[in-house]
T-cell receptor, first 113, second 116 residues
Framework: SQQGEEDPQALSIQEGENATMNCSYK?????LQWYRQNSGRGLVHLILIRSNEREKHSGRLRVTLDTSKKSSSLLITASRAADTASYFC?????????????FGAGTILRVKS | DSGVTQTPKHLITATGQRVTLRCSPRSGDLSVYWYQQSLDQGLQFLIQ???????AKGNILERFSAQQFPDLHSELNLSSLELGDSALYFCASSISRRATSGNTIYFGEGSWLTVV
């Protein structure tokens, strides 16, 4: 099952522009996390936002969370070619067999220099 | 470098065979998670162990099994392999018992499995 769904599936921008990715989820959550994956590499944790938080910043990253709409957005400001990667949101899901972190399908970001 | 070590990095094997993927978590981390990433299924959670005990289970096939040893390293065993099992298998680790506690989960670089 996929709790989080990212939008858009792919995004291509010029260096220096801002990139916005969205994530929607289905059930109530405790927190939502964003991860980055360079092609064929492992995932790197970027930022976590708790359900009682509305906005969080980390460097050039800004994450918002709207629990009423069950959605989150990741904004990368002043993008660089090195930001080219896939970005995933991950949400917690309590299933029959325990609590697990469920990832969305991801947004592929390409930053052109 | 996340501190999570996975071996082998690449593996090519034939259908019907059995392979073992190995994972060493970050020093001090008690939880180990296994994920499968493929083009058609995306990133799928397979199973989690915490301090040697199974903690959570996801979409893990019966042909697959895992365990976590006393030294906290983990192995994922894949048997009766099919072409569709070709994927990137990730191990991840964290200090906490719950994946959603808010503690960072660190991912290894993955093991590429190709079944031919």
């Amino acid at each position: 099952s996929q709790q989080g769904e990212e939008d858009p599936q792919a995004l291509s921008i010029q260096e220096g522009e801002n990139a916005t990715m969205n994530c929607s989820y289905k059930t109530s959550i405790n927190n939502l996390q964003w991860y980055r994956q360079n092609s064929g590499r492992g995932l790197v944790h970027l930022i976590l936002i708790r359900s009682n938080e509305r906005e969080k910043h980390s460097g050039r990253l800004r994450v918002t969370l709207d629990t009423s709409k069950k959605s989150s957005s990741l904004l990368i400001t002043a993008s660089r070619a090195a930001d080219t990667a896939s970005y995933f949101c991950a949400t917690d899901e309590l299933g029959e067999y325990g609590n697990k972190l469920v990832f969305g399908a991801g947004t592929i970001l390409r930053v052109k220099s | 470098d996340s501190g999570v070590t996975q071996t082998p990095k690449h593996l090519i094997t034939a259908t019907g065979q059995r392979v073992t993927l190995r994972c060493s978590p970050r020093s001090g981390d008690l939880s180990v998670y296994w994920y499968q990433q493929s083009l058609d299924q995306g990133l799928q959670f397979l199973i989690q162990y915490y301090n040697g005990e199974e903690r959570a289970k996801g979409n893990i096939l019966e042909r697959f099994s895992a365990q976590q040893f006393p030294d906290l390293h983990s192995e994922l065993n894949l048997s009766s392999l099919e072409l569709g099992d070709s994927a990137l298998y990730f191990c991840a680790s964290s200090i906490s018992r719950r994946a959603t506690s808010g503690n960072t989960i660190y991912f290894g670089e993955g093991s590429w499995l190709t079944v031919v």
